[in-house]
């Protein structure tokens, strides 16, 4: 069954550092979206891509934060400078191109800790 | 803004008996999606069972289904004959059926954290 990818599962980095998440969503979907999870607490949208371009994003997806679709496969987060409180889980997820029966299908994660 | 409220922050069942996991949410649309996902310790986000809401019957997926009541904006989760294998953090999630490509994202709720005991 195909599934969504993310690399690497942890990153460790130094604040002020630039951090560049990966993911390959499920081939075929068109829709892909970021999410992140700061420990103990709900799941939080980011941002969603659409036919190359941010369709929406939160208050949280501030000039820090970028996303990109470099190639067919690829969907990356970077985050330039990174911040204490950007420490979080960061999951990716895509959905498919039927608007009216789409579910979004999350990847494992990758855990961002920034010292 | 659509808001998702899961007032149970902890549950407790034993092996092999029934849970309800309950959740609310609040919205003006008429026609949207709700979600059950799971996430266990590895902290992966597991769909569990979704529901449509122009659709009246409960959603069912094997030991899980919902009681979907749309006046009350009700949205619970049973998981029967519970297994080890069921611990795990429970969200809800609400996602609009509006098209033009946006409002497609998930507002979650806080999650319900079931532990199964044997």
């Known amino acids: 069954e195909p599934e969504v990818t993310q690399t690497p599962s942890h990153q460790v980095t130094q604040m002020g550092q630039e951090v560049i998440l990966r993911c390959v969503p499920i081939?075929?979907?068109?829709?892909f979206y970021w999410y992140r999870q700061i420990l103990g607490q709900k799941v939080e949208f980011l941002v969603s891509f659409y036919n190359n371009e941010i369709s929406e994003k939160s208050e949280i997806f501030d000039d820090q934060f970028s996303v990109e679709r470099p190639d067919g496969s690829n969907f990356t987060l970077k985050i330039r400078s990174t911040k204490l409180e950007d420490s979080a889980m960061y999951f990716c997820a895509s959905s498919g191109w039927r608007e009216r029966s789409d579910t979004q299908y999350f990847g494992p994660g990758t855990r961002l800790t920034v010292l | 803004a659509q808001t998702v409220t899961q007032s149970q922050p902890e549950m407790s069942v034993q092996e092999a008996e029934t849970v309800t996991l309950s959740c609310t949410y609040d919205t003006s649309e008429s026609d949207y999606y709700l979600f059950w996902y799971k996430q266990p310790p590895s902290r992966q986000m597991i769909l569990v069972i979704r529901q449509e809401a122009y659709k009246q019957q409960n959603a069912t997926e094997n030991r899980f289904s919902v009681n979907f009541q749309k006046a009350a904006k009700s949205f619970s989760l049973k998981i029967s004959d519970s297994q080890l294998g069921d611990a795990a953090m429970y969200f809800c999630a609400y996602r609009s059926a509006s098209s033009g490509g946006s409002n497609y994202k998930l507002t979650f709720g806080k999650g319900t954290l079931l532990t199964v005991n044997p």
């Open positions: 081939s075929n979907h068109l829709y």
